[in-house]
């Protein structure tokens, strides 16, 4: 396991934007995939986006091309950009890492043994 510490997170308008950071401790060979989850009350966590090191991107079918996620590899800082927020994605945003998990699985929580702390994003109308 490494260390996940997530910033970024805020209160905003819809039709505005967030950027949300997870910047986890080296060995980055324990970072190779990462991802977004949220999580909202009374709701499951689900997945936003993934990141893996060999450049493999994918998003969550629902999110409308609104989510951006990016990596920085000389910090090994994922980052998430979040556009034209609505009051839906409001939630409890997840930074998750792992050595390796397979293209068809990166969207399952129970693939990535390093989690951050969470970062709340809240959405007014």
């Known amino acids: 396991q490494v260390e996940i510490v997530q910033s970024g997170g805020g209160s905003v308008q819809a039709g505005g934007s967030l950027r949300l950071s997870c910047e986890a401790s080296?060995?980055?060979?324990?970072?190779?995939?990462m991802a977004w989850f949220r999580q909202a009350p009374g709701k499951e966590r689900e997945a936003v986006a993934a990141?893996?090191?060999?450049?493999?991107?994918k998003y969550a079918d629902s999110l409308e091309g609104r989510f951006s996620v990016s990596l920085d590899y000389a910090k090994n800082i994922l980052y998430l950009q979040i556009d034209n927020l609505k009051p839906e994605d409001a939630a409890m945003y997840y930074c998750?890492?792992?050595?390796?998990?397979?293209?068809?699985?990166?969207?399952?929580?129970?693939?990535?043994?390093?989690w951050g702390q969470g970062t709340q994003v809240t959405v007014s109308p």
């Open positions: 990141y893996r090191r060999d450049g493999l991107v």
């Open positions: 998750a890492a792992d050595p390796w998990v397979d293209s068809t699985r990166l969207f399952e929580p129970a693939e990535y043994d390093s």
């Open positions: 080296r060995p980055t060979s324990k970072t190779n995939s």
